[in-house]
Structures are given as structure tokens and as C-alpha cells.
């Protein structure tokens, strides 16, 4: 298994002299992110029990998409941090990508994939009217934009947790709308959707 990464940056963190606490150069004290997995169940049920936070599965899966990959940080404890990757047919691209964070405050897993520098979302996002929403849990869940060019980023709440949706390129920011269903694999009704699942080779961002 290689070494965990920067949840911040990706890159090599040394190893704890104080159990749990992995370091970064640039970033100090981080969440250590271990290598993106494969959509299989199991890695997913696997990912789910050890969770402290939603593994978010769109359910049903958008027409034409594959899941493509969790990713997780994992200390010493439970996971802070899951990320679920999906790959699909754009409307403008040929492939489009998506991957969905669920994460404490103050970990940055989503901010690294959403491409900004800090670890949460600034103040002034929430001042502003939300975006779009999508449905999470069975609840209709705000989302604002985050002023990134080369991607469509999007971030809220859920649950007291962030929920970051990143989509690939830009121009497929329209698959983040109020039909995308996300369903916490979590819970057991949810699990049984593993076996469902279509299954598509590793998400190329989800990884990256
Ligand atoms: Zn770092």
C-alpha cells in the first residue's frame, strides 16, 4: 500500500512522531489521504464502516455514468474525510468527471479538489443567494458556486458537514442540479444499491 498524501496538496507527509499526527511541509498537521480505490462494493462497504462522515452515492446513478472511485483520510481514527468519483457523458465534453466530498470542517479535501487554497469555504459564500441544490438524504441541499475557471465547483452543507460537488470541465457545471439524488451508502437500505452499481475504471481527478 503506498503512503497516505496531503489531503491539501498530495505531497509526502512524514511520518508521525506523535501517533496520528501526519505532517506536511507546506501545510503542517494534515489529514493523511490514502490512494483512490475502485468503485467495487466492497471497497465502498468497506470505506462506509469506517466512515465518520456520508460516503455520498448518487441514486439512481445518472443515466450513462459509471462510479469510478472512494478515496478517504484515515488517521487513527475514522475517516473525516470521503470522496466518491463518477464518470460520465458530458453534454459538452465527451467525458465529463464528478466527485462528491463529504468532510469535517477544516480537513480540505474538498477545497483541494474544488481547486482554492484553504481547507473550508469563505464567509462570503453564504452571504450570497445559493446557486443550485441537489437533494441529499431526501433533503433539498443549497449549493454555491466557488470562483474557480477551470472547473465547476460547488459547496454546502449537509448534515453539519461540507458536501463539495466538483465537476469536469466547466461547461458540465448543469449535471449539479435539483435531480441528483445523493444517498449515504452508510445506511443499510443503502448498501443494498452496491450490488447495482455500474462500475467504471478509476476517476483520473479522483485519484490525481
Ligand atoms: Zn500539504
Known amino acids: 500500500m503506498p503512503d497516505p498524501v496531503c489531503v491539501r496538496c ?5 511520518t508521525p512522531e506523535v501517533v496520528g499526527e501526519w505532517t506536511c511541509d507546506a501545510h503542517g ?3 493523511p489521504l490514502h490512494p483512490a480505490l475502485p468503485a467495487e462494493a466492497y471497497h465502498l462497504s468497506d470505506v462506509a464502516s469506517s466512515a ?31 470522496a466518491v468519483g463518477l464518470l460520465g457523458p458530458g453534454v459538452t465534453a465527451r467525458q465529463a468527471e464528478l466527485v462528491i466530498v463529504a468532510e ?15 481547507t473550508d469555504p469563505g464567509p462570503e459564500v453564504a452571504s450570497l443567494p445559493s446557486d443550485t441544490k441537489v437533494t ?3 433533503r433539498p441541499t ?18 453539519g458537514l461540507w458536501l463539495w460537488v466538483v465537476a469536469w470541465p466547466v461547461t458540465e457545471w448543469m449535471v449539479v ?32
Not at 466557488?146 to 459547496?155: E, F, G, I, Q
Open 10 to 14: 498530495r505531497g509526502a507527509l512524514h
Open 29 to 31: 498537521v494534515v489529514e
Open 52 to 82: 465518520a462522515v456520508p460516503v455520498w452515492l448518487p441514486w439512481p446513478v445518472p443515466l450513462g455514468w459509471t462510479v469510478s472511485g472512494v478515496r478517504r483520510t484515515t488517521g487513527t481514527g475514522p475517516s473525516r474525510a470521503v
Open 104 to 118: 469535517e470542517p477544516g480537513v480540505g479535501l474538498g477545497a483541494s479538489y474544488a481547486g482554492i487554497g484553504t
Open 136 to 138: 441529499a438524504d431526501g
Open 142 to 159: 443549497a449549493l454555491w458556486s466557488l470562483p474557480v475557471s477551470d472547473r465547476a465547483a460547488y459547496v454546502g452543507e449537509a448534515s
Open 177 to 208: 442540479h435539483d435531480d441528483l439524488r445523493l444517498v449515504d451508502v452508510r445506511a443499510p437500505e443503502n448498501r443494498l444499491h452496491l450490488a447495482e452499481l455500474p462500475v467504471g475504471p478509476l476517476s483520473p481527478r479522483l485519484a490525481g
